[in-house]
Every structure is written in C-alpha cells, then in structure tokens.
C-alpha cells in the first residue's frame, strides 16, 4: 500500500517544492503542492507537472489525487504559510 509519504517522497523527485503536504488513505490522496514552477502556469499545467513527477506511479500505484497547486506568492497571499 502506498502511504501519503510515499506520494510526498515522489512528488518531492520529481518537483522543487517550497511547500508539500501529503493526506490519503492509501487509494485516494490529497496534496497541497506550492512551487516556484507553477509561476505563470494554468492550473491544468500545473497538474501536468505533478502527474510528470510521479509518473507511472499515478496509473499503478495511486488511484486519485486531489490536489491544490500554488506559487509561493499564492500561497502566502492564503495566510497557510504563516500558519504552518
């Protein structure tokens, strides 16, 4: 079984992040991903660059992943980075 830490590891691979949380049963996860790479970029092309990071994992290992996709500035702008 996959664990949410598995996921963050992969994603982690793959994916300069600033910040990486990771939830999920083992099936079913849900990410908030915040990276200087999703600057200027679509929320579809952001969900591609995390999809490219896990790779084939997505279609053997990970049933569904929801997730939330931020720039820095974003995610600042949220109050979350103060907050953890």
Do not use: N
């Not at 949410?4 to 992040?17: M, S, T």
């Not at 896990?54 to 279609?59: A, D, T, V």
């Amino acid at each position: 079984m996959v664990l949410p830490d598995d996921v963050r590891r992969y994603i982690a691979q793959g994916l300069a992040c600033q910040h990486l949380e990771v939830r999920g049963d083992g099936h079913h996860f849900d990410a908030v991903i915040v990276s200087d790479a999703f600057e200027g970029k679509s929320r579809v092309a952001r969900h591609q660059l995390v999809y490219a990071a896990l790779g084939e994992r997505m279609r053997e290992e990970i049933h569904a992943l929801s997730m939330q996709t931020l720039t820095p500035a974003q995610w600042a702008e949220s109050g979350a980075a103060s907050a953890g």
